[in-house]
Nanobody
Framework: QVQLVESGGGLVQAGGSLRLSCVASGRTDSTTMGWFRQAPGKEREFVAAIAWSGRVTIYADSVKGRFTISRDNAKNTVYLQMNSLKPEDTAVYYC????????????????WGQGTQVTVSS
């Protein structure tokens, strides 16, 4: 079992930056951590994921070059650095975890945080 708590969301102007954090507790060894987002009226979508080692990361095309996922296993924390934010990045951002191999599929993640709102104004 893994428990996840996100923080760091807020309101920012287009072009600005935010850093989201997700603190994990429980059995966190060998977890792949992912970030997903859900805008009003839309399905939840993949943003980024990072393997337990930190050496493998994957990104959605829409955020490549702007967002960076990282993790500090000593602190049981995963981060999402978001730069050059756009109004279309507005959504509730969720941290998620699964064991072993990384994935971009929503249903393949077993554990979810409560979400944190990110709003980008134009």
């Amino acid at each position: 079992q893994v428990q996840l708590v996100e923080s760091g969301g807020g309101l920012v102007q287009a072009g600005g930056s935010l850093r989201l954090s997700c603190v994990a507790s429980g059995r966190t060894d060998s977890t792949t951590m992912g970030w997903f987002r859900q805008a009003p009226g839309k399905e939840r979508e993949f943003v980024a994921a990072i393997a337990w080692s930190g050496r493998v990361t994957i990104y959605a095309d829409s955020v490549k070059g702007r967002f960076t996922i990282s993790r500090d296993n000593a602190k049981n924390t995963v981060y999402l650095q978001m730069n050059s934010l756009k109004p279309e990045d507005t959504a509730v951002y969720y941290c998620a975890a699964r064991y072993y191999s990384y994935s971009y599929v929503v249903n393949e993640y077993n554990y979810w945080g409560q979400g944190t709102q990110v709003t980008v104004s134009s």
